[in-house]
């Protein structure tokens, strides 16, 4: 048995929003503590690592641990249906072959209820190492979204030099390039400002496709800031915290490419 | 001749928006009293039926009963030359073979005349036999609109279940389904506050085609409320109120599906 | 050396929006007072003349008279990573094959280069004839993009109708026609207002091609006015004014049609 309502949909919606289009099937691990998600994009190239703990829910039951296995694409559809302001109870049955999803609009005494069929996931639990990474940036997540769609524009990929005196992201092309600098962290007064806060131990200069930094950066309505966590030759981290009880996180590897030194 | 004007041409666009995916041509009929219009969609299976009285126009002329047939794409095409403050003349001389609508900004001193050629349509006038129905619902009629959309994710057809005890919407596929339950009706006193009404004789169970309900919903934005009269075995009728002084009407037949008693 | 900076990207960014689907390449000329363009559209049938006084900008410096050839594709894109109220830098050094843009938003100490690669165009400077015109109309250039938007639905041309007694815009096509009608001229008191002013030395009956009218009409965002000069058997001089410091104008020879006098 499991079950657990979170106050709104809309927290469910958005977390979908930034995973549908990497991610075709979704194995939720419920446990006593948590709802969590592991996936690789179909190309096998990013992992998403999604964590809503239980404080996150008005109510949360697991009695043991349990795998749910959804299609994205079933999950989606399902939510489609809710207000944003409804409360969202998610149910599961031991043994049964259907989530049952209830929205209620408690104002207007209107609930809808969607079940979803359950799908057998391969969901291969992947060791994700503690890492110690080279320099941390902290930026609002609608600005990394639009230096992702800038950049998108002169090139596949996107270059990431931080050093103690700034951080630039820049991607050149045939007919131009663009390039971003950051030359001042803000202190940790102001990290609500609105602008960039970064730290940087080592000098990083790293390259990624933009094409998937592009589809992580969606998950920019799920918080105002984002965290970026570099290190050479490493898997780049972007995370988005979710009300300080969660997170939704992106893994990439870097680009090894020739002329990544030059830039 | 008929010459009728209308304080603003919002009216008519929000009409011909709600009807032109459905009906291709339509043939007024205009009386001393009122112009109205009735027509078959192009597949003959849904009936539409509009009806505004005078008392919706700032002036209105009709000499002698008068048949006037536009093809609708070249009255929506007309129709959005209007700004939606402008007012709305509407003048057909005995014998043209056009009509004129003239609309005027009269702050700016702006006129705009539209000629819309005519064309002959075959108007069967059809009877709309007087039904006594089992059961009526009145609900907001952007949250219809909310309900045949998302049901229309899961299921061609749509079952409406109407008890004494309560309302529901229900779409069922492969992949899930979506029931929608409303257990108390509002009080006739807060029946503009959003809540959904309904007064049930006897109990109905009737499937409809979502898609058909889906274009009818369309007509939300003539009217805050819609009300749905059903009864087993026969049409539904679909009616948005028109400033009191009029009516858009749809009408429907039920499936007949096997499994129809099964849901 | 070229250096100049405009206090706000969005003016640049209005005007590359208005004339990206006229023109191609773009050949600045920058002199000591000014940056301007010229160039044909496409097809050679329409001429966009912009300039942009050094008025406009917050610091201007160009030793000697040069010509920057720019790809407007190129630019659109360069100009699409500026934030509207980012302050906007051009840089050209002599001899260089690119010109740098440097958006800044100086409140969040970020700062976006945006290198574009030049290119040789053949820019012949058209002599633009002084010519005397024998009506002139003035109106919300809003409402001169909606009555081109509303036309074009009726007809490929348009005829423009003045007279001392009135203005019209009509177009006519085989299922109606539209024509709109201005009867008076608001006083030169009022010329702010949104109504329509027009001086009418002799009367006017010219046809053009509503496509390029069209096209035109997306300068609206440039300015709340356009001035229409018109003259029979001369080309229409459409003109959206720039803070008072330059102008974006658009001339397009009328049509010749044999039809045209029976309108």
């Known amino acids: 048995m499991f079950e657990a309502k ?3 949909a809309s927290l469910l919606k958005k977390i979908v929003d930034a995973i549908k289009d990497l991610v075709n099937d979704a194995p939720f691990d419920c446990t006593e503590n948590s709802m969590s998600l592991q996936a690789m994009d179909a190309s096998h190239v990013a992992l998403v690592a999604l964590k809503l703990e239980n404080g996150l829910f008005d109510m949360y039951r697991c009695d043991r641990t349990i795998n749910i296995g959804i299609s994205v694409a079933n999950l989606t559809r399902a939510l489609k249906c809710a207000n944003n302001d409804d409360s969202c109870m998610i149910r599961y049955n031991d043994e049964g072959d259907t989530v049952l ?11 809808q209820d969607v079940t979803v069929k359950l ?28 230096t992702c769609r800038d950049l998108a524009m002169f090139s596949d990929s996107i270059v990431i030099n931080a050093t103690k005196g700034g951080v630039t992201f820049k991607a050149t092309g045939d007919t131009g390039g663009s390039t971003l600098v950051y030359n001042s962290s803000a202190s940790a007064d102001d990290e609500d400002s609105g602008k960039i806060f970064f730290e940087v131990k080592e000098a990083v200069n790293v390259t990624f496709s933009i ?11 799920l918080s105002n800031r984002v965290r970026l966590s570099i290190c050479n030759d490493v898997p780049i981290a972007i995370e988005y915290s979710i009300e300080d009880n969660g997170y939704l996180r992106f893994y990439l590897a870097p680009k090894i490419e020739d002329d990544q030194n030059m830039d």
């Open 101 to 111: 999803f209830t929205f209620v609009d408690e104002k207007r005494d209107r609930s």
């Open 6 to 8: 979170l106050p709104n």
């Open 119 to 146: 799908m057998d996931i391969d969901a291969e639990q992947l060791g994700i190492p503690d890492q110690k990474y080279s320099a941390v940036i902290e930026m609002p997540s609608s600005e990394f979204q639009k």
């Open 211 to 221: 094409k998937y930094l592009n589809h992580f950066a969606k998950a920019a309505s």
